[in-house]
């Protein structure tokens, strides 16, 4: 199968690229500077170098593959409403370029805003800006096979640079690892090899379901996250109000557990990786 992978240099793109080329895959991955194309193309993949904006040469690219799957998102949150924006006009665009085939899309997105516990079965929060999962639904009532992979707020592994590496800097920067109110507020989390097993398997089983869940630690209290990055900070663990996380406290204070039977039982899914916990308490995760 050929797969057209957007965000194919990313943490979890270059994880999914690597997973369907040892599956046997032809893939064609999108590279946003010619540094990132050059390492693309040493994995064994086709490159496409451009940039998101760039619709025509998304579509183009998504008319020649058999499947795609869209892990491209701009996380500069100083300008989140209009990424949101992007996103949906990327998802539409590589949509419109499967209409009238059987070829699929798997889209990418998230738990904030969904209920604690949510399964896979559980609609998104409607006024959450991000459409990511919306347009993958507004997509298949037009009858393009498309799905999206719901990922847990840490994708973790060594060499992580997402929203647990931003809690480390911040508790360095700040002398404290703080948790907000009592820290009973539960994460979610998934080992990155785990996570790309999870598009693979779902390509590779024809994306029969609207949404598959990559969460392997369904419920982590964040006052244990803290904890873990205190004690390997050597630094005290306390309760520190919403200032203190700035842009990020919404996201420090939000439940994101949710539940995976339903992916795990469709895909026979097992994540084989370590925990988050586990990982948290290597001295290497605090490289950074």
Known sequence: MHVFVTGATGWVGS?????????????????????????????????????????????????????????????DFSKF????????????????????????????????????????????NPGSPRKSEPSARALAERGIRAATVRLAPSVHGLGDYGFVPLLIRLAKQTGVSAYLGEGQNCW??????????VYSLALEQSVTEPVYHAIADESIPFKTIAEIIGRQ?????ESREAEHFG????????????????????????????SLLSDLDQAAYYAV
């Open 247 to 274: 842009w990020f406290a919404k996201m420090a204070g939000a439940d994101m557990s949710a539940s995976s039977a339903r992916t795990r039982e469709i895909l026979g899914w097992k994540p084989q990786g370590p």
């Open 15 to 75: 994880a999914v690229v690597q997973e369907l080329i040892n599956a046997g895959h032809l893939v064609t991955g999108l590279a946003r500077s010619a540094e990132k194309a050059t390492a693309l193309a040493a994995t064994g993949a086709k490159v496409l170098l451009a940039q998101l904006e760039d619709l025509d040469a998304l579509r183009t690219a998504a008319d020649q593959a058999d499947a795609v799957i869209h892990t491209a998102f701009n996380h």
């Open 188 to 197: 979610a989390g998934v080992y990155r090899q785990d996570a790309a097993r």
């Open 233 to 237: 900070l050597g630094l005290p663990v």
């Open 81 to 124: 409403i209009a990424n949101c924006e992007q996103d949906r006009q990327v998802i539409e665009v590589l949509g419109s370029a499967l209409q009238g085939s059987d070829r699929p899309l798997i889209v990418t997105s998230g738990l904030l805003g969904m209920a604690r516990g949510a399964n896979e079965l559980d609609l998104p």
